[in-house]
């Protein structure tokens, strides 16, 4: 696959001559575009969350998952500024179905420093699509917290006789790590054919708390995006390739850092209406080569070797659907596979000697659905649908290991290794909408997740745990069997003049969750190996809620409102990296080119924490942010914000314990936010 990659430069250079002889309109001329010619037939429930992040929320965020802080039902684990992972409603991880412009994509590191949303640069994202617990089964899959959409920008088209030629550019400052970054976007068209680039870079240094910085940090990344589109009567076919790269991305809650990190994308995309059936069909090739040690960013304890860990994961994927909407009912059929092939091996850097860590891993996802949205009458409508995923995995025969484990290798490689498990999924919601000003919603899931290939395949005690990031050793499990979701949820949301809440309790049971078990092996600290294992139950549930109040025609309040319990009913041990209760109240001003905004943030104490994990309990807090942006007559946008405005030291309970000597936070302390900084931002067009 990665061959494929050989003509990237080819394309990346068809896709800037593209733009050449573009005529830009005259700007004090008005441009009507032609309407977009595909249909949004995207299934979705009355707790689905969908948003468009401003350009300047874009340009303080650090990467792609900082733009989801305070959406409902969201929560995000942090082991470093570029490795946020995301948690809905509780479950986190491979958990959750995330979707970079349609790819699936599977971290290259055992510990997902790089989880899908790092591949994901905040000003390349245009909409956000978050839907949380119970899912279509046509956003759905091989899941059972949620699914995440993460959409760049639709390419634009010139009207007839015509040719468009734009962009922006932007630049931000980030007080809080002393980072700053640059981003820049151009796009070319006429009315048939449509070309676009997209591009950020950005670093930073070590992170600021009123007490010290923490170390380990730092960052630099960029990434890169061209996409050229075809446009015809009745669709559009996209053709969009892609790169990013990261340097010396600190990760100090995990046992090393992120030294390089290497991706390449490759995608082709139709969208077509047609008079009874809408077509949706993606097919992508998505590779990274990752690179992380112990040593490069952090000192290394006298007792300890120096070690790397190189590692490769590949996807390639097909996603199929069809949507044919009549007289208000549609129905909806499709499917597709994903197939990721995943390598990687620690080197001991002193003596050149290797241990696979996974060898020639591999795991195939086939699936389809079928889907029916229906209004029985104007008040009453209900969506109801089945899938099956299909998911086969496997690895090869370890090849290479230290002395050590030499024993656990032989074990390993008398097994068979191949596994194959067959899920259904159903899911329903009724929905009554009694009036304008009022809607009441009922939904039900059956969801499936097939062990992940650490999960299944981690042969050895090692620290790799996908993120958990507890300082313990894992060991997988061959025999693990898929985890069974059972959810219900009810919304109901009001609609006022100038005022709209929503309300969403939540209960979600899960029959043979993984997790990792103490097993009669010790670790190198005496301390139990903990073993993945399907224990016999697991409960999540809570409470999501959201409301904006219009108070004058400039003025606005905003609240969110996020609450989840999680419980290992086998045990009564709490579940591992919960986020606490937690909301925000704003204060929002628009008024002659300004928008102004006072936000304070509070989460609750967490004391309720994984003791099989040896989590410790983390205060409360509350936080104030002043932000403010204008702008002005030709389109030009400054944004200022003064964060934490009261200095307040607090420590987010999913960010996680340091591992780091010779910082400012001892090692095992919690790490810490930001303290009050300054951020700065700039976005041009043109």
Same mark, same amino acid.
């Given at each position: 696959?990665k061959?494929?990659?050989?003509?990237?430069?080819?394309?990346?250079?068809?896709?800037?001559?593209?733009?050449?002889?573009? $005529?830009?309109p005259?700007a004090?001329?008005?441009?009507?575009l032609p309407p977009?010619?595909v249909?949004d037939n995207?299934?979705?429930?009355?707790s689905? &969350?969908?948003f468009?992040?401003?350009?300047?929320?874009?340009?303080?965020?650090?990467?792609?998952?900082?733009?989801?802080?305070? /959406?409902?039902?969201?929560?995000?684990?942090?082991?470093g500024?570029? *490795?946020?992972?995301?948690? =809905?409603?509780?479950?986190?991880?491979?958990?959750?179905?995330?979707?970079? +412009?349609? =790819?699936?994509?599977?971290?290259?590191?055992? #510990?997902h =420093?790089?989880?899908?949303?790092?591949?994901?640069a905040?000003a390349?994202?245009?909409?956000?699509?978050?839907?949380?617990g119970v899912t279509?089964?046509?956003?759905?899959?091989d899941?059972?917290?949620?699914?995440?959409?993460?959409?760049?920008?639709?390419?634009?088209?010139a009207?007839?006789?015509?040719t468009?030629?734009?962009g922006?550019?932007?630049?931000?400052?980030?007080?809080?790590?002393d980072?700053?970054?640059f @981003?820049?976007?151009a796009?070319?068209?006429?009315e048939r054919v449509?070309?676009?680039y $997209?591009?950020?870079?950005q670093t930073?240094?070590?992170l600021?708390?009123p007490?010290?910085?923490?170390?380990?940090t730092?960052?630099?990344?960029q990434?890169h995006?061209?996409? *050229?589109?075809?446009?015809?009567?009745?669709?559009?076919?996209?053709?969009?390739l892609?790169?990013?790269?990261?340097?010396?991305?600190g990760t100090?809650?995990l046992? =090393?850092?992120?030294?390089e990190?290497?991706?390449?994308?490759?995608?082709?995309?139709?969208?077509g209406?047609?008079p009874?059936?809408?077509?949706?069909?993606?097919l992508?090739?998505? &590779?990274?080569?990752h690179?992380m040690?112990?040593?490069?960013l952090?000192p290394l304890?006298p &007792?300890?070797?120096?070690m790397?860990s190189?590692?490769e994961?590949?996807? /390639?994927?097909?996603e199929?659907?069809l949507s044919m909407?009549?007289?208000?009912? /549609?129905l909806?059929?499709?499917?597709g596979?994903?197939?990721n092939?995943?390598?990687?091996y620690?080197?001991? +850097?002193?003596t050149?000697?290797?241990?696979?860590t996974?060898?020639?891993?591999s795991?195939?996802?086939?699936g389809?659905?079928?889907?029916?949205?229906?209004?029985?009458t104007?008040r009453? %409508?209900?969506?109801l649908?089945v899938?099956?995923? %299909?998911v086969?995995?496997?690895?090869s025969?370890?090849?290479?290991?230290?002395?050590?484990?030499?024993?656990?290798r032989a074990?390993? #490689?008398?097994?068979d290794?191949?596994?194959?498990?067959?899920?259904w999924?159903?899911s329903a919601?009724l929905?009554? /909408?009694?009036d304008?000003a009022?809607?009441?919603?009922?939904a039900v899931?059956?969801?499936?997740r097939?062990?992940?290939l650490l999960?299944?395949y981690?042969?050895?005690p090692l620290?790799?745990?996908a993120g958990?990031?507890?300082?313990?050793t894992y060991l997988?499990n061959?025999?693990?069997?898929?985890?069974?979701?059972?959810?219900?949820?009810?919304t109901?949301?009001w609609?006022g003049?100038?005022?709209e809440l929503?309300?969403?309790?939540?209960?979600?049971?899960v029959?043979?969750?993984?997790l990792g078990?103490?097993?009669?092996r010790?670790?190198?600290?005496?301390?139990?190996v903990?073993?993945?294992e #399907?224990?016999?139950?697991?409960?999540?549930?809570?409470?999501d809620?959201?409301?904006?109040?219009?108070?004058t025609?400039?003025l606005?309040l905003r609240?969110v409102l996020s609450?989840?319990?999680?419980? @290992?009913?086998d045990?009564?041990?709490?579940?591992y990296r919960?986020?606490?209760?937690r909301g925000m109240l704003a204060?929002?001003?628009?008024?002659r080119g300004f928008?102004?905004?006072?936000?304070?943030?509070v989460?609750d104490?967490?004391?309720r924490?994984a003791?099989? #994990?040896?989590e &410790?309990p983390?205060?409360?807090?509350?936080?104030?942010?002043?932000?403010s942006?204008?702008?002005?007559?030709?389109?030009?946008?400054v944004g200022?914000?003064?964060e @934490?405005?009261?200095?307040k030291?607090?420590a987010?309970?999913l960010g996680?314990v340091?591992? !780091?000597?010779?910082?400012?936070?001892?090692?095992?302390?919690?790490?810490?936010g930001?303290?009050?900084?300054?951020? !700065?931002?700039?976005?041009c067009?043109?």
């Open positions: 696959m061959t494929l990659f050989h003509l990237f430069p080819v394309f990346l250079a068809a896709g800037a001559f593209a733009q050449d002889g573009a $005529q830009k005259d004090t001329a008005p441009v009507d977009v010619v249909r995207r299934a979705r429930l009355a689905d &969350t969908r468009q992040p401003a350009a300047a929320q874009k340009a303080r965020a650090q990467d792609g998952a900082a733009l989801l802080e305070g /959406t409902p039902g969201v929560a995000i684990v942090r082991n500024p570029q *490795t946020g992972i995301v948690q =809905m409603r509780g479950l986190g991880g491979d958990r959750v179905k995330i979707a970079v +412009d349609g =790819m699936t994509v599977t971290p290259a590191c055992p #510990n =420093m790089d989880p899908p949303l790092h591949y994901a905040p390349s994202i245009e909409t956000l699509s978050i839907m949380a279509p089964v046509s956003q759905g899959g899941s059972i917290a949620g699914t995440l959409l993460a959409q760049p920008r639709a390419l634009t088209f009207p007839a006789g015509q468009l030629f734009g922006e550019l932007g630049a931000q400052y980030r007080g809080s790590n980072g700053y970054g @981003n820049g976007a796009h070319a068209a006429d449509g070309a676009d $997209q591009g950020s870079w930073a240094d070590d600021r708390f007490g010290g910085r923490v170390r380990d730092g960052y630099t990344s990434q995006a061209v996409r *050229t589109g075809l446009r015809s009567d009745g669709g559009l076919l996209t053709l969009d892609g790169l990013t790269s990261t340097r010396d991305s100090p809650a046992p =090393m850092d992120m030294i990190d290497d991706s390449k994308r490759l995608g082709l995309a139709y969208q209406t047609g009874a059936v809408d077509l949706d069909a993606r992508y090739l998505h &590779t990274i080569d690179l040690d112990n040593h490069s952090r304890p &007792t300890m070797m120096s790397s190189p590692a994961s590949d996807d /390639t994927g097909l199929l659907g909407p009549r007289d208000g009912d /549609t909806r059929f499709g499917g596979f994903h197939h092939e995943f390598d990687a620690q080197r001991n +850097d002193m050149g000697k290797t241990q696979d996974l060898n020639d891993a795991r195939l996802r086939a389809a659905y079928l889907e029916w949205q229906g209004a029985w104007p009453w %409508t209900s969506l649908g899938r099956n995923d %299909t086969r995995s496997d690895a025969d370890i090849e290479s290991s230290f002395p050590m484990s030499a024993a656990d074990r390993f #490689n008398a097994l290794h191949e596994e194959t498990d067959s899920n999924d159903a919601a929905r009554f /909408t009694p304008a009022s809607r009441y919603e009922l899931a059956r969801k499936n097939a062990p992940a999960e299944r981690l042969w050895t620290s790799a745990s958990m990031a507890d300082g313990r997988g061959p025999d693990l069997d898929s985890e069974t979701s059972h959810q219900i949820s009810a109901a949301g609609t003049e100038g005022w929503s309300l969403t309790p939540f209960y979600n049971r029959d043979d969750y993984i078990s103490p097993s009669d010790l670790d190198a600290n005496g301390k139990p903990l073993q993945f #399907n224990i016999d139950r697991a409960d999540l549930y809570g409470i809620a959201a409301t904006t109040v219009d108070l025609d400039h606005a609240a609450q989840v319990r999680g419980t @290992n009913e045990t009564g041990d709490d579940l919960i986020a606490p209760l204060l929002d001003h628009e008024a928008q102004n905004s006072a936000e304070w943030v989460a104490r967490q004391d924490v003791e099989v #994990n040896g &410790t983390t205060a409360g807090y509350g936080l104030l942010h002043l932000r942006a204008y702008t002005f007559a030709d389109g030009l946008l200022v914000a003064l @934490n405005v009261f200095d030291r607090y987010d309970h996680g340091n591992r !780091v000597m010779q910082s400012d936070v001892p090692v095992g302390g919690r790490i810490p930001a303290g009050r900084f300054l951020s !700065v931002s700039v976005n067009p043109f």
